[in-house]
């Protein structure tokens, strides 16, 4: 052997040595980890307490994907690489898929959604508050199809009950809390159509038909209830919830900001989570307990404009939401139930390195993946949507755009040229803690999630199992009896 070779041979011990060494440290790392997870697994007890209080969150169009990438951004906002960060409710116990198509499409929309999570049932695409024998657009046909769903059902069970969203109050998820119509873009009165029959607009139902909204001031004073109207952040952080029984906040005329926009001042609107806070302090006063539903909706439309950084932020903004909302409540009475009403065509793709800047691009690019036109690309993608170069020279790269990749509107590439981008058939997630947080489980239709909440709190058509427990609350009615929060923005072109 001449010296060279044992230098060789040395250099390869060395090596095996040190690789060895690496690899052990490196399972030995994950392997504690998931142990523990194991340990902590095999300790869990099922809470099979009566869920005195349930809260609600959509994230809308909050998919699995959407999840992940806000997951890693979560991490790299914080300095790590991102993809070990677990958001809040990523660490609720129990999770199931959720199947989302409509009576009649595959991919489905927010309106026939919303309806099955809150009322139970299937609807078809484009209705509101309206069984399948609502017919798109028909109003002859919602007059036996209306549905009630967790809000009423809590109300007749003497419970408090909110609704919290970052879009209009007559836009499909909040409207599906209390109106019905067999389709949802009929907001207000100038979008009814001429021949609209016994169909009411969604504004007229919210303000005429509700009846603690009916003459609001005056059905408030005549019980005795202090009740609050606000409409920016100075009003807003000057109520006091253990004088206040009744909260109305209005902060815009349309959608509330998005958060990477949104004004902080005392002008300005309160965040996400600062609206669940007040509302939890409020709603909490009811020994009865409470129904709380809270909608992340512009999730869905920074997706829609194929925006992901303005979608991962507002996903990052329902997290902090949720993270307050747990801090307010205690597991052992208070359902948690955190979902999305559909997914979107959105894509993490192409094999970044780990710890890759999730808003960048994939980096490397390696040969055998590497695009056949030479040029980079974003790893988040969207498979339709405005992102489509249509000025014939094919697509720009983008380390060469004019829009800085982080800009947060920056336009993401998509497959195929749409105005906007559309949502995603596959399957959601659904989070849940809480008492019967474990019925959530397996791969269910996206309605099952009503009467896991039913259940769980004794409303709706299942009181009987809590006649039996005694645990089982005192429904009576009181002062709080339907009490109805609602904070968020200003009706939608009804003046
Ligand atoms: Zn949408």
Redesign the pocket.
């Known amino acids: 052997m001449t010296p060279c070779d044992k230098h060789v041979v040395l250099f390869s011990i060395l090596f095996i040595l040190f690789w060895n060494y690496i690899y052990t440290q490196e399972a030995y790392v994950w392997r504690k980890e998931s142990q523990e997870i194991l340990k902590n697994a095999l300790n869990r007890k099922l809470n099979t307490n009566v869920a005195k209080n349930v809260i609600l969150f959509i994230g809308?169009?909050m998919g699995v994907s959407t999840v992940t990438a806000a997951r890693i951004l979560r991490g790299q906002k914080q300095g790590r690489p991102g993809e070990e960060t677990i958001l809040e409710f990523e660490k609720f116990p129990h999770v199931a898929l959720s199947k989302t198509y409509n009576i009649d499409k595959q991919t489905s929309d927010?309106g026939a959604t919303a309806t099955a999570l809150m009322a139970g049932i299937k609807a078809n695409y484009y209705t509101i508050g309206v069984d399948g024998r609502a017919k798109y657009a028909n109003c002859s046909s919602i007059r036996n199809a209306k549905v009630d769903g967790m809000v009423n059902w809590s109300k007749y069970a003497g419970k408090s009950t909110g609704i919290v969203t970052s879009t209009r109050v007559t836009h499909a998820t909040p409207a599906a809390a209390y109106a019905h119509a067999p389709q949802r873009e009929w907001e207000s009165d100038i979008k009814l159509p001429a021949n609209h029959g016994e169909c009411k607009d969604i504004a007229y139902q919210l303000i005429v038909d509700q009846s603690d909204m009916q003459m609001w001031k005056l059905d408030k004073e005549e019980r005795g209830a202090i009740y609050k109207y606000v409409w920016n952040n100075s009003d807003f952080n000057a109520i006091d919830p253990t004088k206040t029984d009744y909260l109305l906040g209005l902060f815009q005329q349309d959608h509330l900001d998005y958060e990477l926009e949104r004004d902080q001042s005392d002008k300005g609107e309160p965040s996400l989570s600062e609206l669940v806070r007040k509302a939890i302090q409020i709603l909490s006063k009811n020994d009865n307990g409470f129904f709380l539903m809270v909608e992340g909706g512009r999730i869905?439309h920074g997706h829609?404009d194929g925006k992901a950084k303005k979608a991962l932020y507002e996903t990052l903004s329902l997290e902090d939401a949720v993270r307050e909302a747990v801090a307010l409540t205690d597991e052992e009475e208070t359902l948690i139930v955190v979902t999305a009403d559909h997914s979107h065509v959105f894509n993490i793709a192409g094999y970044p390195k780990r710890g890759n800047d999730i808003l960048g691009v994939v980096d490397p690019l390696f040969r055998q993946w590497y695009p056949l036109d030479g040029k980079a690309y974003t790893t988040l993608l969207y498979a339709n949507g405005p992102g489509f170069n249509m000025s014939g020279s094919g697509r720009t790269d983008p380390l060469e755009e004019v829009h800085n990749l982080h800009d947060k509107d920056y336009v993401q590439n998509s497959g195929v040229p749409l105005k906007s981008e559309t949502?995603g058939g596959e399957d959601v997630a659904i989070y849940a803690k809480g008492p019967m947080a474990h019925l959530i489980h397996g791969v269910q239709e996206q309605h099952y999630v009503a009467h896991v909440m039913a259940y769980a709190s004794c409303v709706g058509q299942n009181k009987d199992h809590c006649r039996q427990t005694n645990t089982a609350l005192s429904l009576q009615n009181n002062l709080f009896n339907s009490c109805f929060i609602l904070l968020n923005c200003v009706f939608y072109s009804i003046y």
């Open positions: 809308d169009g927010s869905d829609h949502h």
